[in-house]
C-alpha cells in the first residue's frame, strides 16, 4: 500500500471552523516533514479527510495555506512571550526559557526556514496576525518596572534584535558558529542562545535607555 494511501483519511462532517484547524494541523505536519516545495493540497485534503475543493475554499492556493500555518504559529510563540514577561522579573535564567521557547519552534519545529522561505519570496505574515509590538509592549513594561528612563523604542530594538537573531539563527547558527571557529553542535548553539539571553538581560537592565 502506497503512502499517500496510507495517509488517506475517512471523509468527516465538520463545521468550518474544526475544518481550517484540521487543515492547519495536517498542513504543519506536512510542513516540516517536506518544506514548503513539498505541500500538495490534494494530499493535504486525504489526510485532513476533507475534500480538495474544501481545502481551497478555506485558504485558496498552496502559498496562502502556508502562510496561515506560520502565522498560527507566530500568534501562539507571540501569546507564549507576552505571558512569559508578564510573570517575568526579569532574570537571566526566566529569559534564557524564554529564548529555547522560540527556538524550539523555530528551529525544530522548521518554522524558521519557512519564515526565510516566504521573506525571499517576497511574501510577509500580517501583521494582525503576528504582533511583535504585543511582545514590544509587555517587554517594556517589565523594563519600565526596573528602570524608569527605559526608552521604548530601545527596547522594541532589542525585541527585534533578539527575534531576528533567533529566526536567521534556526537556519544558519551552525555554519556561521563553525565559520566563527567556534562548535557548530547543538551544545554549542545551545551556549550561544544563553550568551544572546545574557547579552540582552544586561543591555535592558542597564542605566540608561
Known sequence: MSTRAKAKQPRRRLDA??????????????????????????????????SHPNVLHHFGSR??????????????????????????????????????????????????RVVMWLALEGHTVDGADARLIDVVEAAHTLRR????????????????????????????????????GLSGDPRAIGQFRKWLARLLVQHLDRDRG
Open 145 to 180: 518596572s526596573r528602570n524608569k528612563r527605559a526608552s521604548r523604542d530601545d527596547t522594541a530594538r532589542t525585541v527585534v534584535l533578539g527575534a531576528l537573531a533567533l529566526c536567521a539563527g534556526s537556519v544558519m547558527a551552525p555554519m556561521m558558529l563553525e565559520n566563527a
Open 63 to 112: 502559498e496562502l495555506l502556508v502562510k496561515a500555518v506560520i502565522a498560527r504559529s507566530m500568534r501562539a510563540i507571540n501569546a507564549s512571550l507576552v505571558e512569559a514577561i508578564r510573570a517575568s522579573t526579569g532574570e537571566k535564567e526566566q529569559l534564557e526559557a524564554m529564548i529555547e521557547s522560540v527556538a524550539a519552534t523555530l528551529d525544530r519545529m522548521g518554522h524558521g
Open 17 to 50: 471552523a474544526a475544518a481550517r484547524e484540521r487543515i492547519l494541523d495536517v498542513a504543519e505536519k506536512r510542513l516540516v516533514a517536506v518544506g514548503p516545495s513539498g505541500i500538495r493540497l490534494q494530499d493535504v485534503a486525504a489526510e485532513a479527510g476533507v
